[in-house]
């Protein structure tokens, strides 16, 4: 159960669920829980009791660190004000 194994996230992802939707958090997950994994244990997309693997698709860990690096860069070139490669 996801409150046994993830008492941390569970209240954050049940939050969500409660004010979006359990398709709203599906379609979001990495963009707007999964993050808070860097401060407390999340459990994977397909870990979800609503996850449906026929339904919803899931990013593989290298994916993750793409988008990641992306959201990363495009905060630098707003910051600094200035366009990819220049």
């Known amino acids: 159960m996801l409150e046994d194994d993830y008492p941390g996230a569970a209240a954050y992802i049940q939050q969500a669920v409660d004010e979006h939707g359990e398709d709203w958090v599906l379609e979001h997950y990495y963009e707007q829980l999964y993050p808070l994994g860097r401060l407390i244990e999340m459990p994977e997309k397909d870990e979800l009791p609503f996850y449906d693997e026929d339904e919803h698709d899931t990013m ?15 905060r630098e070139n707003l910051r600094t004000g200035t366009k990819p490669d220049e």
């Open 60 to 74: 593989t860990e290298e994916e993750r660190v793409e988008m990641y690096q992306s959201w990363a860069k495009y």
